[in-house]
């Protein structure tokens, strides 16, 4: 009889609100198997309704698996129907984010990108590859945990490099930008004043003075474009990456989590500790002969 009644609760059977339609008959049959098993049949009438109960507790398997199915199928059916009554093109951003294909436009290729916040050295990542994964993002959109860095870069004297784009992003919009003459470079000796072409700031040129222009630069201060140290409220640049606080000590070298993208967000050199923009993104994009 336990038997029986934990049947009755596997299939749905004590449901009174929405009973499965096979239930009626299934306890009939149910209710006289174990009444003859309580000891009134005899061999091999016994035998006989054992095996009817083996065959029925298959059928009930099956009769609920056709109905998860049945199931199934309908939210299929509904979903095809939703997708008719309010069809979405495929090639239309579900999001604001940039597109990579829209941003690698007249010869340009994106073969790295820093993401702020994540806790993997930017200078290392670009430097060796550590903290780095080459699978290229689709958008500028935050959905990776690593930094993009694409392995054309280990061969970067064979590329025929004429330009590098340095510049950072969010999600939807440039932020900030230097072009620099990539010819003869190197990984490291791209990024220098005197191979400055064009950037987003009118006093950002090779002509002018700075105290770091370097990619290793200061500190935990890479990528490092600063016109002049002053004591830190007198600390004044256009753009940096900070990777970390340590060694440096400055109020604007401290963030809750790193790596940060600072930059200038007047048309010209700012203080560093009075204001400063955060980009969502470090990219370096190359141009080739």
């Given amino acids: 009889m336990k038997y029986?009644?934990?049947?009755?609760?596997?299939?749905?059977?004590?449901?009174?609100?929405?009973?499965?339609?096979?239930?009626?008959?299934?306890?009939?049959?149910?209710?006289?198997?174990?009444?003859?098993k309580s000891g009134i049949c005899e061999e091999p009438q016994c035998q006989r309704y054992y095996m009817?109960?083996?065959?029925?507790?298959?059928?009930?398997?099956?009769?609920?698996?056709?109905?998860?199915?049945?199931?199934?199928?309908?939210?299929?059916?509904?979903?095809?129907?939703?997708?008719?009554?309010?069809?979405?093109?495929?090639?239309?951003?579900?999001?604001?984010?940039?597109?990579?294909?829209?941003?690698?436009?007249?010869?340009?290729?994106?073969?790295?990108?820093?993401?702020?916040?994540i806790g993997h050295n930017v200078f290392n990542a670009w430097t060796t590859g550590k903290g780095s994964c080459d699978v290229k993002p689709i958008t500028m959109e935050r959905s990776y945990a690593c930094h993009y860095r694409n392995s054309v870069i280990t061969d970067w004297s064979n590329l025929g490099i004429k330009y590098v784009k340095y510049a950072f992003f969010d999600t939807d919009r440039e932020v900030a930008h230097v072009i620099f003459n990539g010819v003869g470079s190197n990984i490291i000796s791209w990024f220098g004043k005197s191979r400055v072409i064009s950037t987003s700031w009118s006093d950002l040129t090779s002509m002018h003075e700075y105290n770091y222009f370097s990619l290793q630069g200061h500190c935990e201060r890479r990528f490092f474009i600063n016109r002049a140290y002053n004591g830190c409220d007198g600390d004044t640049g256009h753009m940096t990456v900070i990777d970390t606080d340590k060694p440096c000590t400055c109020d604007w070298d401290r963030h809750p989590v790193y790596p940060q993208f600072l930059y200038s967000q007047i048309n010209s050199v700012d203080y560093w500790n009075r204001r400063f923009g955060r980009a969502d993104y470090m990219t370096i994009f190359l141009k080739t002969e």
């Fill in 4 to 36: 029986f009644l934990r049947l009755l609760i596997k299939t749905g059977c004590t449901n009174m609100k929405k009973m499965p339609p096979f239930c009626y008959s299934f306890t009939l049959v149910m209710f006289s198997l174990t009444f003859f």
């Fill in 52 to 117: 009817e109960e083996r065959i029925l507790e298959k059928m009930v398997s099956i009769d609920l698996k056709l109905e998860h199915t049945v199931e199934k199928i309908k939210d299929l059916e509904d979903n095809q129907q939703c997708k008719k009554t309010n069809p979405v093109r495929l090639d239309t951003p579900l999001t604001s984010a940039l597109r990579i294909a829209d941003l690698e436009t007249d010869g340009w290729q994106m073969v790295f990108r820093a993401t702020s916040s």
